[in-house]
């Protein structure tokens, strides 16, 4: 742990590890691909057999290690992930922890290993379905690296997250939008994988539905089949498009009775969203591109901050230690 005045300054990982999860979202709100679905449903046979083959039929204890149920779920973004891992903590009545790699990866030295025995641990105390988020980085390969040390602790993150895999008596489920680059040790502990993909068309329009709550109010021409046509888009676009529709159908004039969302909305709200998306891949891929000019100063201050904020802490301490010597002598 760094010290508690580099904490302070916020020279620091200490944000929390993990967010807990009520789950509230079951398989009823997810609509898969028929694919994917029979690759969720095998693995939803592994959680619940494992008691009868590993303890009522003893193999546990002939095959240790192996104990937990590690699943590799990978896809592109927004097509279901997160939800079905909240499903599936909801169907086995636990909660779903959920963790973000980059919250787990520290700056400081060693302690990236210490952070994936703690989430671990965490989960193991919850009884909790562990929820890998962005896992891409903790799964890849032990690779060469110029940086030893760099190598070294990237390594030994792998090590300590196999380990944890094969005592963990739980189910843990790592998602990934590339499916390459897995440690061949790490492959060896997934259970299965389930691959996301980007919903069909059938599936778009079943997405747009289960969006709208039965309280949603929707006018006459608001058609699903229309707009799964039009869009060819992945669940978390349609999740968007429909809350920016319903601000736009809110925000109009008029009594809240007579309020509807409306195709247009939909048809609006979901062009925004890929208006969005475009501006995102263009500062993405522009290798020009770069922080805007307020975000770097404010960063900049942020850095003289703290410095300064560091420099005034030692010269205090400086002093105090000058004040104490000079009184004791
Ligand atoms: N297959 C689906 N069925 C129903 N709703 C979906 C589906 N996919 C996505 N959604 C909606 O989009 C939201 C975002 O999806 P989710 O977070 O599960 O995607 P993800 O695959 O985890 O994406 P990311 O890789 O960006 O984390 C969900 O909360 C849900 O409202
Ligand atoms: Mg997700």
Known sequence: MPHPILRALGFSGTRALADVVVPRRTFHDVILPAATRRAIDQAMAHVTRHDLIFNQWGLGERHPGGLALAFNFAGPSGTGKTICAEAIAHALGRRLLVVRYAEVESMWYGETPKNVSAVFRMAREQGAVLFFDEADAIASRRVSSPNQAQLRESNLVVNVLLQELESYPGVVVFATNLAANFDPAFERRIRAHVLFEMPGLAERAAIWRVQMHPRTPLAPDVDFQQLAERYEVS?????????????????????????????????????????????????????????PDWLQAAMRIRRATQLALLVAVLALLAAAVALTLALAG
């Open 235 to 291: 669940g978390g676009d349609i999740r968007n498009a429909v809350l920016k529709a319903a601000l736009a159908a809110a925000a109009e004039p008029g009594p809240d009775a007579q309020k509807r969302i409306a195709q247009r909305h939909l048809d609006e709200g979901m062009r925004d969203v890929l208006a969005g998306k475009r501006v995102m891949r263009q500062s993405l891929f522009d290798p020009v591109a770069s922080p």
